[in-house]
């Protein structure tokens, strides 16, 4: 995970404020998987690792984050940089998308993301998301516009 972030660094450092404090070794992983395993625990949030299939190396991470209010899970998700482009995020969404309306307290799905990282708010579209919400917020990373997107898909609308 260490390598994959670091070999994505000036990308993530765009949009994502946790990309500034990464580990750079796989040591300083720990706390972070404690977090993970005490989320999945306590049904806060279902953290997954991207592999690659054939080598097994870390292409990314993906997740569902219970932090939106009761009813409604939020998708979040990163391709390391040498991978993007190749519908990874896509499908770690979709099989997200497919595992949220799974959970039977799930009403809505949400994807956030900053206006300028069009290539969220690509994934979104290609999976069925609608605009729910633009709404301004404080610019704290150098790739932000200030503009927050916000995508949902309600069961509803994912079995129709």
Request: with cysteine.
């Amino acid at each position: 995970m260490a390598d994959a972030v670091q070999r994505s660094l000036p990308e993530l450092l765009l949009f994502m404020d946790w990309a500034a404090e990464a580990p750079v070794d796989g040591a300083g992983y720990e706390p972070n998987l404690i977090d993970a395993e005490v989320n999945w625990d306590t049904d806060q949030g279902y953290d997954y690792v991207m592999l690659d299939p054939a080598s097994g190396d870390v292409i990314g991470r993906c997740g569902l984050m219970r932090r939106q209010g009761p009813a409604v899970i939020e998708i979040g998700y990163w391709v390391r940089s040498d991978r993007a482009g190749a519908g990874i995020a896509t499908e770690a969404a979709r099989l997200l998308t497919e595992a949220g309306h799974g959970l039977s307290d799930v009403g809505t799905i949400v994807i956030h993301h900053d206006e300028a990282n069009g290539a969220s708010g690509r994934v979104a579209e290609k999976l069925g998301y609608s605009i729910s919400e633009r709404r301004r917020v404080e610019i704290d990373l150098p790739g932000e516009s200030g503009m927050e997107v916000v995508w949902a898909l309600t069961t509803d609308e994912a079995s129709a």
